[in-house]
């Protein structure tokens, strides 16, 4: 059973430009969330998300960040507009349900130069 | 809110002996998840030991071994025989067991260095 994929595990990107993370959880998984993590800092909860749907968002600016997870294909978490405060970790968990152990991606590396 | 302290920036251990890493937490549920997560320099998360608040008894994987204090709200990590591959970045986490959303809470983390 393959891990919980991240793709791109890194990312550059200049300011103003768009970055789309992608997340492909366990097979049988359901729950995606999403974490970033600043430089000598613990992860923090962004999104939660079920198939299509948004469960939490508490975690995720409100503005230039959203996070989709359809029906079929990958979770996407896209960051418009990018600044340099948006240079991060960002990682990716999945669970087969919400009371379960989440498994971690390899994470993706955002890089606002 | 929920909140995961840890208190120890950074710890360091010569090969082979034991190191416990420190965690305390706050909370007003009397229902949840403690973790310990590891991650070396790959960044890769991996999870190291589980703890469900409700069993009294500590969780122990192999080498790992916890000691859970509900009422001290303390979640320690003690890694005995400590081996090379242990270096990294150590991370204890808070999850609230019942609700819509089982976010995970992490502390700043402990960086764990082996000496051989």
């Known amino acids: 059973n393959a891990g919980v994929m991240q793709n791109p595990r890194h990312l550059v990107r200049r300011r103003g430009q768009e970055a789309r993370l992608r997340c492909s959880p366990m097979?049988?998984?359901?729950?995606v969330y999403w974490y970033r993590q600043l430089p000598e800092e613990g992860l923090k909860f962004m999104v939660y998300?079920?198939?299509?749907?948004?469960?939490?968002e508490s975690g995720m600016p409100k503005e230039r960040f959203s996070a989709e997870f359809p029906k079929e294909g990958p979770s996407i978490l896209r960051i418009q507009q990018v600044v340099r405060g948006d240079s991060a970790a960002y990682f990716c968990?999945?669970?087969?349900?919400?009371?379960?152990?989440?498994?971690f991606g390899p994470g993706t590396r955002l890089t606002v130069l | 809110a929920q909140t995961v302290t840890q208190s120890q920036p950074e710890m360091s251990v010569q090969e082979a002996e034991t190191v416990t890493l420190s965690c305390t937490y706050d909370?007003?549920?009397?229902?949840?998840?403690l973790f310990w997560y590891k991650q070396p320099p790959s960044r890769q998360m991996i999870l190291v030991i589980r703890?469900?608040?409700?069993?009294?008894q500590n969780a122990t994987e192999n080498r790992f071994s916890v000691n859970f204090q509900k009422a001290a709200k303390s979640f320690s990590l003690k890694i005995s025989d400590s081996q090379l591959g242990d270096a990294a970045m150590y991370f204890c986490?808070?999850?609230?067991?019942?609700?819509?959303?089982?976010?995970?809470?992490f502390g700043k983390g402990t960086k764990l260095t082996v000496n051989p």
């Open positions: 968990a999945s669970s087969p349900d919400n009371t379960d152990t989440q498994y």
């Open positions: 097979k049988g998984h359901s729950h």
């Open positions: 998300l079920q198939k299509e749907n948004i469960i939490d």
């Open positions: 909370t007003s549920e009397s229902d949840y998840y």
């Open positions: 703890q469900e608040a409700y069993k009294q």
């Open positions: 986490a808070y999850r609230r067991r019942q609700g819509g959303s089982e976010k995970l809470v």
